[in-house]
T-cell receptor, first 114, second 111 residues
Framework: NAGVTQTPKFQVLKTGQSMTLQCAQD?????MYWYRQDPGMGLRLIYY???????DKGEVPNGYNVSRLNKREFSLRLESAAPSQTSVYFC?????????????FGPGTRLTVL | TQLLEQSPQFLSIQEGENLTVYCNSS?????LQWYRQEPGEGPVLLVT?????EVKKLKRLTFQFGDARKDSSLHITAAQPGDTGLYLC???????????FGTGTRLKVLA
């Protein structure tokens, strides 16, 4: 099992450009998440999806859109990138049974917006 | 807005010392998790606590959930260089699986 995979690993954009961050999981989890991590601020939830076909806003959704393409894939789109969106982006999926509620994270996408 | 504050933000200690990291909030959480993150990687779950007053031990790590389920602590006994990393707490409120993450504690253990 690959777990949670993210592409690309690194990206540099100019202000106003658009891009889509891809995420896929092979653990058959229903729930998937997108976070951003900035220095000194931990992880902040952008969007999450409790199941295929549903999405919900997190703490910092402005400037982003998401798409839960199927059970495996959850993509994050920046329509018009801004320097404030420079960050490390993590995708995660959550185990749906038991008490642990463990989230499994991908390796991250490091995005710089100039 | 829910907040999870961690303290200290940074900690540099010698191998063999003990340390405690705190995670505090004014909100009540149905569950609280601790993760460790190494540079260039995503966080990895260490433990989940769900009952007020619960104590869990994972080798040299001891986790406690406050009685009121608003705070938690992580205690490391005899720290080793391999414990170096960013420690994050994350809480979820009842009826939701949206997690609020703390600001993180960056630990460095010197050999």
């Amino acid at each position: 099992n690959a777990g949670v995979t993210q592409t690309p690993k690194f990206q540099v954009l100019k202000t106003g450009q658009s891009m889509t961050l891809q995420c896929a999981q092979d653990m058959n989890h229903n729930s998937m998440y997108w976070y951003r991590q900035d220095p000194g601020m931990g992880l902040r939830l952008i969007y999450y999806s409790a199941s295929e076909g549903t999405t919900d806003k997190g703490e910092v959704p402005n400037g982003y859109n998401v798409s839960r393409l199927n059970k495996r894939e959850f993509s994050l789109r920046l329509e018009s990138a801004a320097p404030s969106q420079t960050s490390v982006y993590f995708c995660a999926s959550r185990i749906d049974r038991g008490r642990s509620n463990e989230q499994f994270f991908g390796p991250g996408t490091r995005l710089t917006v100039l | 807005t829910q907040l999870l504050e961690q303290s200290p933000q940074f900690l540099s200690i010698q191998e063999g010392e003990n340390l405690t990291v705190y995670c505090n909030s004014s909100s009540v959480f149905s569950s609280l998790q601790w993760y460790r993150q190494e540079p260039g990687e995503g966080p990895v779950l260490l433990v989940t606590v769900v009952t007020g007053g619960e104590v869990k031990k994972l080798k040299r790590l001891t986790f406690q959930f406050g009685d009121a389920r608003k705070d938690s602590s992580l205690h490391i006994t005899a720290a080793q260089p391999g414990d170096t990393g960013l420690y994050l707490c994350a809480g979820a409120t009842s009826g939701t699986y949206k997690y609020i993450f703390g600001t993180g504690t960056r630990l460095k253990v010197l050999a």
